[in-house]
């Protein structure tokens, strides 16, 4: 009987439940009111939603680690939330999805940041946020850093991930920290930017930022369809921060992924949108798993692409469906 060929999609799947992920960076609680809209409040001019489902879920950072999760790796999250009631919510969810909370600071002067979204009839109609942007303190930060100092020395750590959504977890010391200890023990590191500390991610394996976090991070004016432009100021920014790669989400147009010399653009797949929320997550969950096995950056790219896809077909912040990705990357023959 012949044997079938193993592809490098199927090696691929099968070694990403042998990883370890260490995510640093803001968590957050999602919070969901689901309901109907039939009338128009008399009060103003605005729809009533009459809710039929509340529901929390876990957003932020914590979004990628369950990504990494859902993906068949291990992750390992790292992050400071508040000792009050929506962090005691956000430890008992990581507790019911089984996931570990020896990396998470619990701190008395800090709100647990909760964005609660209210969805009538399967549209996000508002949204409300509960939190507190400021840097950590010292001796919180101390804390943090010593968390993850404890992970890279028990713990076979393959890749680190920052999760960056500026909510004051991570500054430039806590990076510098971070990437000396990731350089020492030869472990790649991927990040997801915002623009409070863009231009402090040097050195780093891959920097996925957005069209938006490139405009902000790098002070330009940048056409979306100006593809050219965008190339440049991606060559430039892998020479300024000494990048390994820029990995450039740039929504219906796709992924540019850049080493500084040479681009490769992705183009997006045509996909049913419902909600973008979470996107970028899923992106650079699928990324770093890809960095961490040393896949090309064609099927680094093309992957991660298609998961962010993926998942903006589904309405609120939901990790990718492994089996849904592997049976679409088996489709499109990725890494054929």
């Known amino acids: 009987m012949a044997t079938r060929k193993t592809s490098a999609i199927d090696t691929l799947f099968r070694s990403m439940e042998k990883l370890n992920v260490l995510v640093i960076g803001d968590v957050m609680l999602d919070a969901y009111l689901w309901g109907n809209v039939d009338r128009i409040s008399p009060e103003a001019p605005v729809p009533i939603v009459s809710i039929r489902k509340k529901e929390n879920r876990l957003g932020g950072a914590a979004n990628v680690a369950i990504n990494v999760r859902a993906l068949g790796a291990t992750p390992l999250l790292c992050s400071v939330i508040g000792s009050d009631t929506n962090g005691r919510d956000f430890i008992e969810l990581m507790q019911q999805l089984g996931l570990s909370t020896e990396g998470i600071v619990q701190s008395p002067d800090r709100p647990t940041t909760v964005k609660t979204r209210v969805i009538g009839n399967n549209h996000q109609m508002l949204r409300v946020d509960e939190e507190s942007d400021s840097d950590i303190p010292v001796a919180e930060r101390k804390q943090l850093l010593g968390r993850i100092e404890s992970f890279l020395d028990v713990r076979k750590v393959d890749v680190i991930v920052f999760e960056d959504y500026d909510k004051g977890i991570i500054n430039k010391a806590l990076i510098e920290a971070v990437v000396r200890m990731a350089r020492s023990r030869h472990i790649p590191v991927a990040v997801d930017p915002k623009k409070r500390n863009f231009n402090h ?136």
């Not at 820029?246 to 992705?266: A, F, N, P, R």
């Not at 770093?288 to 090309?296: D, E, F, K, Q, R």
């Open 201 to 336: 991610y040097r050195n780093v394996t891959l920097l996925k930022p957005n069209l938006k976090e490139l405009r902000e991070g790098m002070k330009l004016d940048l056409d979306k369809n100006d593809l050219n432009a965008i190339s440049s100021a991606v060559r430039k920014l892998c020479k300024d921060l000494q990048l390994g790669s820029v990995l450039l989400t740039l929504s219906e147009k796709g992924i540019l992924h850049s080493d500084g010399t040479e681009e490769l653009l992705v183009p997006a797949h045509i996909r049913n949108i419902a909600d973008v929320s979470g996107a970028g997550d899923t992106v650079i969950s699928v990324a770093a798993c890809c960095l961490a096995l040393g896949v090309s950056p064609t099927l680094l790219s093309s992957l991660s692409n298609l998961a962010g896809g993926l998942v903006c077909e589904s309405v609120g912040v939901v990790p990718v469906d492994k089996e849904q990705l592997f049976r679409e990357a088996k489709r499109l023959k990725l890494g054929a």
